[in-house]
Nanobody
Framework: QVQLVESGGGLVQAGGSLRLSCAAS????????MGWYRQAPGKQRELVAT???????NYGDSVKGRFTISRDNAKNIVYLQMNSLKPEDTAVYSC????????????????WGQGTQVTVSS
């Protein structure tokens, strides 16, 4: 079955950096877009970044120029390099696979990992 396992979250001071990883299994990784989303307490989930199977990227406005998404199709891992972190980046970061149809079932929002907490102190 599809599994997405995030790692790399933690506590960091403002201005610092973190790299998140999402290890994927159970599907043909290179064929699907992957994304990172985040949700802060009391707020809606928002797009952080997405990357197509071929490497085209898209970023949320609040992270442009600071975050970089990348993928290693040989290792089935998608990364999120986060630099110049701000307290407002504090959130649970979740990995998403844009896999909408799997083994005869429809998954309108694709598949999600369990999330990893990122906390940025001021």
């Amino acid at each position: 079955q599809v599994q997405l396992v995030e790692s790399g979250g933690g506590l960091v001071q403002a201005g610092g950096s973190l790299r998140l990883s999402c290890a994927a299994s159970g599907f043909t990784f290179s064929s699907y877009a992957m994304g990172w989303y985040r949700q802060a307490p009391g707020k809606q989930r928002e797009l952080v970044a997405t990357i197509s199977g071929g490497g085209s990227t898209n970023y949320g406005d609040s992270v442009k120029g600071r975050f970089t998404i990348s993928r290693d199709n040989a290792k089935n891992i998608v990364y999120l390099q986060m630099n110049s972190l701000k307290p407002e980046d504090t959130a649970v970061y979740s990995c998403n696979a844009d896999l909408r149809f799997y083994r005869g079932r429809s998954y309108p929002q694709g598949f999600w990992g369990q999330g990893t907490q990122v906390t940025v102190s001021s």
